[in-house]
Antibody
């Protein structure tokens, strides 16, 4: 059974750095073709892809955010981490992590999401 | 930057067929994917690689492509299908970049 769950602070101050953790089970990020991505959704708005890391430790980033975002993994703990620097009010959103598998090449399992609010 | 475009809303009566389109210049060269999102929930994958359905997704959901447009078709729409639908593709012409459409709100009248 594949599950993912996001964790991290619910509130961050402007200019701070956000670090989120995705803890998953039911698959391995050492399997060829397997990836985990981060997607966010501001209140009432569309989904926005942020970053993706694959089994080979290659990372890909949204062109609109690539100077602020990093992604890393700890395969021994089944965790993927997202860091977003210089947070602003426009970064207030629900942040999701999701598995991207070689079978579907899609985000086929999602975590429930974690709400992050940026406010002083 | 690469974008895919969806209509903001589609309305249909129960039992009718709903068609939600997604347009983008890279769509002839990249697979498309469709997700359903209900309020307060995470998205659910409906269609992958243009037309394949994950296990557990009803057969009334189907995907197709024609040129720069892909279409999600929901046959025999049910009240429970009222949701936001997102198209997703990728742009690998430069650095790999995942793109989501702006979403389409399906209203079942």
């Amino acid at each position: 059974q594949v599950t993912l769950r996001e964790s991290g602070p619910a509130l961050v101050k402007p200019t701070q750095t956000l670090t989120l953790t995705c803890t998953f089970s039911g698959f391995s990020l050492t399997t060829g073709g397997m990836c985990v991505g981060w997607i966010r959704q501001p209140p009432g708005k569309a989904l926005e892809w942020l970053a993706l890391i694959d089994w080979n430790d290659d990372a890909y980033f949204s062109t609109s955010l690539n100077t602020r975002v990093t992604i890393s993994k700890d395969t021994s703990k089944n965790q993927v981490f997202l860091t977003l620097t210089n947070m602003g009010p426009e970064d207030t959103a629900t942040y999701y992590c999701a598995r991207n598998s070689p079978e579907t090449d899609a985000f086929d399992f999602w975590g429930p999401g974690t709400v992050v609010t940026v406010s002083s | 930057s690469y974008e895919v475009t969806q209509p903001p809303s589609v309305s249909v009566s129960p039992g009718q067929t709903a068609r939600i389109t997604c347009s983008g210049d890279e769509l002839p060269n990249q697979y498309s994917y469709w997700y359903q999102q209900k309020p307060g929930q995470a998205p659910v994958l409906l269609i992958y690689k243009d037309s394949a359905r994950p296990s557990g997704i009803p057969e009334r959901f189907s995907g197709s492509r024609s040129g720069t447009t892909v279409t999600l078709t929901i046959s025999g729409v049910q009240a429970e299908d009222e949701a936001e639908y997102y198209c997703q593709s990728a742009d690998s012409s430069g650095t790999y970049n995942v793109v989501f459409g702006g979403g389409t709100q399906l209203t079942v009248l």
